[in-house]
């Protein structure tokens, strides 16, 4: 591996690296190919890459075939701001694309199941908390009555669980909305409920889910055009009593919407002439990112660097694997 | 409190005890407060185990390195040291060239300081993470053991991340 330093201290500070460098050092000798494509490495990196990164994902551009869409990522160094460029070209027929844009590899899962109509059916996207094998099981949940998601609904996944704001389809008169979860380890379905007057009764399609630092947000759209957005968050996972509202953002005029969370807790609002601002609540600062988009594409997650999908069985090497066996 | 007997005094005001170390590569000497040195684990299970004697003899270390080491668990033996000023105080430490950089993640390790550890293997991995695979080869003493072919193979799984790179 290497003549000066051990291997689990070069691990150590490999570990560190962006995935970038990763992939280009994979040339650097044989046994740093297989350590750089070992699971046990790419787990050890995604855990480095997780508690260090503020970068987050952004949609640009969706073509009207939604085959070619745009994304960059934007992630903030020591009050720099660097952002880089992704333009997709993901073929796919109702099937699934896992696309990681770190190694540009995607993998594609197609559907078990084919709804008639393409909108009739949610899909939640998480890691189970033990395996990490992507693809298809069936699994024999009981599915809460109540919790009716639509498809074009936001979700996030944290805690193990993928949550989506949903709604009780049997009240009569207004609306009855909750969270639903699906815990990816227990394989199963709760529910949890939100604030009543403020959020349980809104009109469901102005609400949205986000993670907000480590916690659990709703976002709550005014009407629109008003630029404003009501942000609550669960302070105490899964404990319903502790939903606090945690700001407003109240911009007319200028906002269209609010698109996501940076990890400093800085809002990302898009406005009427596509462009992002990131907004800071507590100083009221806005400051312009210089990313444009197109009309109702802008869409923010939090985007972690990471090799996943680029785990090596065999490489272009006769015998890579051998190399493994010394990890 | 002058008259007290001696055993009193030492548990209201205990003397502070220093250890020595000594790098066994250039003989140099340090004297350092014992609660700065107990920061290393491997010098803290030797005072433990009764293993130490006046001077801990350190293998491998070079003063130049030992220097360093010393001054990062000083900083981190304040207790008001704010987060803050550790922080500016481990940049300075780390600010050296990637060959001081190595020999200083390695007496992190052996003397098993995780803090110590943690920077210096982040400033190495920023160090040397926009540099050519080859410069990084030679860094780390690695010999290329691709023939031509397999290194064009490796290359060609992922050609675009190599843009600009030799």
Known sequence: ?327 | MASAPENEKNASAPEKKTLTLKSMINNEEFVVDEHVALQSVTIKNMVDSDCAGDVIPVPTISGEILALVIEYCKNHANPSASEDDLKKADAGIVAKDIYTLIDLVLAANFLDIKGLLEVTSQKIADSIKDLPHQDVREIFGVENDYTPEEEAAVRAEHDWAFEGFP
């Open chain 1, 1 to 327: 591996m290497s003549d000066y330093i051990p291997n689990d201290l070069l691990i150590e500070v490999l570990a560190r690296l962006p995935v970038n460098s990763l992939i280009r050092f994979k040339s650097v000798c044989k046994s740093w190919y297989s350590l750089i494509t070992s699971p046990i490495f790419i787990n050890k990196q995604l855990n480095h890459s997780k508690t260090n990164t503020d970068e987050v994902l952004i949609r640009l551009h969706t073509a009207t075939d939604k085959r070619n869409t745009i994304y960059c990522s934007m992630t903030t160094k020591n009050s720099v701001m660097s952002t880089r460029n992704w333009s997709s070209h993901l073929e796919s027929n109702l099937d699934i694309i896992l696309w990681n844009p770190s190694i540009r590899k995607s993998v594609t899962l197609p559907i078990p199941y084919k709804p008639q109509c393409p909108h009739m059916f949610v899909l939640g996207f998480g890691a189970h908390p033990t395996t990490h094998e992507h693809g298809w099981r069936g699994i024999g949940s009981y599915v809460p009555p109540r919790g009716i998601v639509e498809f074009m609904w936001s979700q996030v996944f944290m805690k193990g669980a993928v949550h989506w704001v949903a709604n009780d389809p049997c009240v009569d008169v207004g609306y009855c909305n909750l969270v639903m979860l699906f815990d990816m380890g227990e394989e199963t379905f709760y529910e949890m409920m939100l604030p009543l007057l403020t959020l349980a009764e809104q009109n469901p399609t102005s609400l949205s889910v986000k993670l907000f630092g480590e916690s659990l947000a709703v976002l709550c759209r005014g009407q629109r055009d008003s630029g404003c957005c009501c942000i609550w968050v669960m302070k105490e996972y899964r404990v319903v009593e502790s939903w606090t509202k945690l700001f407003n953002i109240n911009l007319p005029g200028m906002f269209d919407r609010t698109s996501g969370f940076r990890k400093n807790g800085e809002v990302l609002l898009s406005t009427s002439n596509n462009c992002l601002f990131s907004f800071d609540a507590r100083t009221k600062k806005i400051v312009n990112t210089g990313i444009r988009g197109s009309p109702h594409a802008f869409y923010v997650e939090p985007f972690i660097d990471t090799l996943l999908l680029g785990e090596k069985e065999d490489g272009p090497l006769q015998g890579a694997s051998d190399f493994q066996e010394r990890w």
